[in-house]
């Protein structure tokens, strides 16, 4: 595609040249670096207890994640029937958030470098 600028004269005749779109530019990754390549990622880890009801622990998970009903029940499935399972991957600080949620019901979580 050709782009070139397009020159009006007005009437003192002083030419005005309109700027080129610009294309949007990409984050900095410094910026960003908490979520993507240079610092470490991390995992939420929740084990298996006697107290917590399946339901209870499904609408907790999709409450702290924001997950799929299906991925809640594939995860408490998990943690039921193989002691834990990994819930959630990301930064540090949004690992801590959602396992602060998880504890509310009396879980016990851990917050991992993966």
Not at 81 to 100: D, F, I, N, T
Request: hydrophobic residues 35%; contains cysteine.
């Amino acid at each position: 595609m050709f782009c070139s600028h397009r020159i009006t004269i007005r009437a003192a005749a002083t030419p005005v040249v309109e700027p080129k779109p610009v294309a949007p530019s990409l984050p900095d990754q410094k910026e960003h670096s908490d979520d993507i390549g240079t610092r470490s990622h991390y995992i939420v880890v929740v084990y298996d207890n006697d107290y917590n009801t399946f339901d209870e622990v499904i609408l907790i998970l999709m409450k702290a994640t924001a997950c799929s009903l299906q991925e809640a029940q594939i995860e408490t499935w998990e943690i039921h029937h193989l002691g834990k399972s990994v819930v959630h991957y990301g930064s540090k600080p949004e690992c801590e958030r959602v396992a602060r949620v998880i504890r509310t019901i009396g879980i016990r979580v851990e917050v991992c470098e993966e």
